[in-house]
């Protein structure tokens, strides 16, 4: 069975993309495609918006701040607000299956929700797939 894997960029708007994983989700389970297309975040943090930790030590009176071991979310912020948020997807149909295949590559980059998120394609065989692939593993 081949791999196909579509890539979606959002940018920073994390709202959209998590929309998107909805929409997926959904078909996912009215079309029963439980294994033949799974779907992924990667969210690049920018670096240079962070704030940089205090060199200073603490004063003799001072209470020491706890650092929490989690990373925490205020409500209403959204995750990948200081990065790009990506959406992986991976189709992976069976060689007797090529139509179902090349109707859901043609349906999932028209919809409205992708259509701005600069969809490509990338079939096993092309040069950046073997890329791809590792990025796609690497990701929970």
């Known amino acids: 069975m ?30 029963r495609l439980d294994k033949k297309m799974q779907v992924k975040f990667d969210r690049a943090e ?4 962070e704030e940089p930790e205090s060199t200073e030590e ?3 009176g001072d ?7 989690g990373k925490t979310k205020t409500p209403g912020e ?3 607000k200081n990065g790009t948020v ?8 069976s060689a007797h299956e090529k139509l179902s295949e ?10 409205d929700l992708f259509k701005g998120a600069a969809p490509k394609v990338i079939h096993e ?16």
Do not use: C, N
């Open 2 to 31: 081949a791999h196909t894997y579509m890539l979606f960029d959002f940018g920073a708007d994390e709202d959209k993309a998590q929309q998107a994983r909805h929409k997926l989700e959904g078909w996912k389970q009215a079309f």
């Open 125 to 140: 065989g092309q040069p950046e797939f073997a890329d791809v692939l590792k990025q796609f593993e690497s990701l929970e």
């Open 58 to 60: 603490p004063k003799k």
């Open 86 to 93: 990506k959406l992986l997807v991976r189709l992976y149909f």
């Open 46 to 49: 920018d670096l240079t918006s």
């Open 78 to 80: 959204p995750s990948g």
């Open 102 to 111: 090349q109707q859901w590559l043609d349906r999932i980059p028209a919809d």
């Open 63 to 69: 209470k020491p701040k706890s650092k929490s071991k």
